[in-house]
């Protein structure tokens, strides 16, 4: 069997994660199968599989050519993502957001998906999206989506309610959508011991599109979170999570140097050892997606800010919805909700409550993957 995974990488290591999420299950349901990793990141960390994990040749050392190329107008589509692979049985797509008004993706984009989608059914693929946020739909542009998915996907799974009413209203056909969570709760973490130091602290997760995707200025991230780290320091040890890459390391510095706060940068850790760091923290602060899922399906409290709804519908999923802060929120009331969670009392509320919804999220994740590989 031949199957392919696109929307992943390994620098942004929610992406990551899923990545490894989906060889599990691979591992699990067709051993001997043949995987194409089919990313545009450049080069990639070594993946713990026993699966025969091939990255395509033409990805592995064209950036700049596909730039080169592009800028000068001339075809490309053989150095990206979007040129089809022959034979593929099966396509697993993790893109985890992709389809909706805030990525404003251009006629380009949605014609070279289209052609690309066309030639994997022509040769009978199956096209399957994973779990993912959708919508909104309004713009034009972003409409054109809705035609490509009914035309070509077999299986579309939103990974909230709100993704699912932008996909029933957009005219998405229901007969193919499902609706299941994020599904890296199955995936363990693995902690680093060279950062036993940071054990038992409190996690700060920044996210670059939080100055991208949103409204909010540089400064008023910065002091959100200057006013937490200020307080929590007093009495817990406090770290900053670098979950992503180059653009969340320069966030995590310009944090640590802007108000001198000298407290330690975890990085350059692939997405289970972030996994396994996140298990051990008292409490997560988190802006990136995969940072406040990777706390909640291991039982860890974790507030969250908000680019997307797809935060508040996770955190709605394990009963937390109350737990996004605001940016600009009053700083004494973050404190105030942040300092409440930190009393053993409720921490141990917490964690309880978020371990019998955890049970209850693996069982439908088990359920998916059973509906994926059953499909004919």
């Not at 817990?236 to 320069?250: P, Q, R, S, T, Y």
Request: aromatic content about 12%; some cysteine.
């Amino acid at each position: 069997m031949k199957i392919q995974i696109d929307g992943v990488g390994t620098q942004n290591k929610g992406a990551e994660l899923m990545l490894y999420s989906i060889l599990e299950q691979i591992e699990k349901q067709h051993p001997r199968a043949t995987v194409y990793f089919n990313s545009n990141t450049i080069g990639h960390n070594k993946i713990d599989t026993t699966i025969n994990l091939i990255k395509p040749f033409r990805l592995q050392y064209t950036f700049y050519l596909r730039v080169l190329l592009s800028k000068l107008k001339l075809p490309h589509k053989y150095f990206t993502t979007l040129y089809p692979i022959k034979n593929i049985d099966l396509l697993l797509d993790a893109s985890g957001f992709k389809y909706g008004d805030q990525w404003n993706h251009s006629d380009y984009f949605y014609q070279s998906l289209e052609q690309y989608y066309k030639t994997l059914k022509d040769q009978k693929t199956k096209i399957i999206l994973l779990p993912q946020a959708f919508g909104p739909f309004d713009k034009n542009n972003s409409r054109k989506a809705i035609g490509i998915l009914n035309d070509y996907v077999d299986i579309i799974i939103s990974r909230d309610s709100i993704s699912t009413s932008y996909l029933k209203n957009s005219g998405v056909n229901m007969n193919k959508v499902y609706q299941y969570p994020d599904f890296t709760s199955l995936t363990n973490g693995e902690f680093p011991e060279r950062y036993n130091e940071i054990k038992g602290g409190i996690c700060i997760i920044p996210n670059s599109k939080m100055l991208t995707h949103t409204e909010y200025s540089k400064k008023q991230y910065f002091e959100f979170y200057d006013n937490i780290i200020k307080e929590v320091s007093k009495k817990h040890k406090v770290f900053l999570l670098n979950h992503e890459g180059k653009g969340d390391l320069k966030l995590c510095e310009e944090i640590n140097s802007k108000y001198n706060f000298d407290i330690p940068i975890v990085t350059n850790l692939n997405a289970k050892e972030i996994k396994g760091v996140i298990k051990e923290s008292k409490l997560v602060i988190s802006s990136r997606f995969h940072g406040v899922a990777s706390s909640l399906n291991q039982s860890v409290p974790c507030f969250s800010t908000s680019w997307s709804h797809k935060y508040e519908l996770l955190l709605s999923y394990f009963g937390f919805e109350d737990f996004v802060l605001n940016i600009d929120s009053n700083p004494l009331d973050v404190k105030n909700k942040i300092n409440s969670l930190l009393t053993n009392e409720n921490q141990k509320e917490v964690r309880d409550k978020l371990s019998e919804k955890v049970k209850e999220m693996n069982n439908n994740i088990e359920e998916m993957w059973e509906k994926i590989w059953d499909f004919k």
